[in-house]
């Protein structure tokens, strides 16, 4: 139940989040982004992506 999730922009992975997933919560556990996901908020989206991959799945709390 545990997710892997990334933002790939033109076949280049710009951020990648790892969410452990126990019950009915998430933790971010891990997550990682280039100079380019900074400049353009890829890790904000992804947050965002996170937030709505939990929510489909059912999972009530989520900790970052």
């Not at 076949?11 to 009915?24: K, M, P, Q, S």
């Amino acid at each position: 139940n545990n997710a892997f999730l990334a933002v790939v922009s033109q076949n280049n992975v710009l951020a990648i989040a790892i969410i452990v997933v126990y019950g009915d919560k998430g933790y971010y556990h891990f997550s990682g982004s280039t100079d380019n996901a900074r400049k353009t908020n890829a890790n904000y989206f992804l947050q965002w992506k996170v937030i709505k991959e939990l929510k489909k799945r059912g999972i009530k709390y989520f900790f970052c």
